[in-house]
C-alpha cells in the first residue's frame, strides 16, 4: 500500500484493490457518533491483519480499540458493531452489540461497524489435463482466483501461504511439482492421484529427504468420492471438497494471520487499550511498565501510582 493518505471514497477503492490481491482485512466505519468525536459518520479504516490502519475511524481513544476488534475479525470472520463510550452514554446494550468503555477526555462516543472481508481463495492447478482446465474454470466461476500452470512451468514462487494448490499432473512430474509446492507452505496442497499411486509419491520424496511434517500435509487421493466418475467430473469432486474445506475453516494458512500483532497493554487509569511502544508514554513504576493513552492519564498514575495498579501487582 502506498504512503499517502486515503480517506472517504478512496478507502473502499483501495479495499477492492485489497480484495482482489487476495489480502486479509476489515472494514471498519462510523455509524453513529456523539459530539465532540474526531470520527464522522461514513469515517472509514481499512485495518491489516498485522493491525495497520488507513484511513481515519477516530482519535487516540477509539483508533487502538477499533483496531484490536478488527483483528479478531479477520481471525474470527464474523463482523461486530462496536459501541465506544460509557455505559451512561448507551445504556442496555442489545444483543449482538459490544460495548467497549472508553474514557475520553473529550466525552464523545461512536457506535463502529467492523466486517472482515475475507478473500476468496486463490486455487493453483497444476497440470494440463481437460480435467485440470474444468478445474480452473468451475473454481473462476464461483469467484476465486484460479491460476491453471503446466507442470514444467511451475514453482514455489507461484504460491504463498494462502494458496491451494492441486497437482494434477498424473504422473508427469508429479514428484517434483508436490516436493515444491509443500515447501511453499501453502494452505493446502492436494494430489490428483490413486491412494496406492499417492503413497509411492510421498515415499519416494521421503527417500529423498523432504521432511515428514511437509510431506503429511498433502492430501491424497484429493476430492470427494463421488463413485464412478468421468474425468471432468473428477473436477467437480474436486471442487467440491475444497468448498467444504473452505466452509469448515480448513483452507487457512497454518501461520496465524494476527501473528504480526502489536504487544498491547491497557492504560491503568481509564483502561483503555493501547500500543505497548514508545508512543504511549511509558512509564517505569516497581520494576513494571505502564502505558497510557494520553498526558492527562499519565499524569494522574504519577500523582498516585498505587490506586491504580492491579491488586494482584500491588506490593
Not at 69 to 91: W, Y
Request: aromatic share 6%; glycine share 10%; charged share 25%.
Amino acid at each position: 500500500m502506498s504512503d499517502a493518505p486515503v480517506d472517504g471514497w478512496d478507502v473502499l477503492q483501495e479495499a477492492g484493490e485489497l480484495a482482489r490481491r487476495g489480502e486479509e482485512f476489515a472494514l471498519a466505519t462510523v455509524v453513529w457518533r456523539q459530539a465532540p468525536s474526531s470520527g464522522h459518520q461514513g469515517a472509514r479504516a481499512i485495518i491489516t491483519a498485522s493491525g495497520e490502519i488507513r484511513g481515519w475511524i477516530g482519535g487516540a481513544c477509539a483508533e487502538p480499540v477499533v483496531i484490536r476488534e478488527a483483528q479478531r475479525a479477520i481471525v474470527d470472520r464474523e463482523p461486530r458493531l462496536l459501541l465506544l463510550g460509557t455505559r451512561e452514554q448507551f445504556g442496555d446494550v442489545p444483543e449482538g452489540m459490544i460495548l467497549l468503555p472508553i474514557s475520553c477526555q473529550s466525552e464523545g462516543a461512536m457506535q463502529v461497524y467492523v466486517e472482515p472481508v475475507v478473500s476468496n481463495p486463490h486455487l493453483v492447478v497444476v497440470g494440463r489435463s481437460p480435467m485440470a482446465h474444468t478445474l480452473s474454470q468451475l473454481a473462476r466461476a464461483l469467484g476465486w482466483r484460479a491460476d491453471l500452470i503446466d507442470a514444467v512451468d511451475f514453482s514455489a514462487a507461484d504460491v504463498d501461504e494462502r494458496a491451494v494448490v492441486v497437482v494434477a499432473t498424473q504422473g508427469h512430474g508429479d514428484e517434483d511439482v508436490i516436493e515444491q509446492a509443500v515447501r511453499a507452505l501453502p494452505a493446502y496442497v492436494g494430489l490428483v492421484a490413486s491412494r496406492r499411486r499417492g503413497e509411492t509419491v510421498l515415499g519416494y520424496l521421503a527417500d529423498r529427504g523432504v521432511p515428514k511434517d511437509l510431506l503429511e500435509r498433502v492430501r491424497v487421493p484429493v476430492g470427494l468420492d463421488l463413485g464412478h466418475t468421468s474425468h471432468r467430473e473428477i473436477a467437480v469432486a474436486i471442487l467440491a471438497e475444497l468448498v467444504q474445506l473452505r466452509a469448515a475453516g480448513a483452507l487457512i494458512a497454518d501461520h496465524p494471520i494476527a501473528a504480526a500483532t502489536p504487544s498491547r497493554a491497557i492504560d491503568p487509569v481509564c483502561g483503555m487499550t493501547v500500543p505497548a511502544d514508545g508512543t504511549s508514554r511509558p512509564f517505569e513504576y516497581g520494576g513494571v511498565s505502564y502505558y497510557f493513552c494520553s498526558v492527562g492519564c499519565r499524569t494522574a498514575f504519577e500523582r498516585d501510582p498505587a490506586s491504580y495498579r492491579p491488586k494482584e501487582t500491588q506490593c
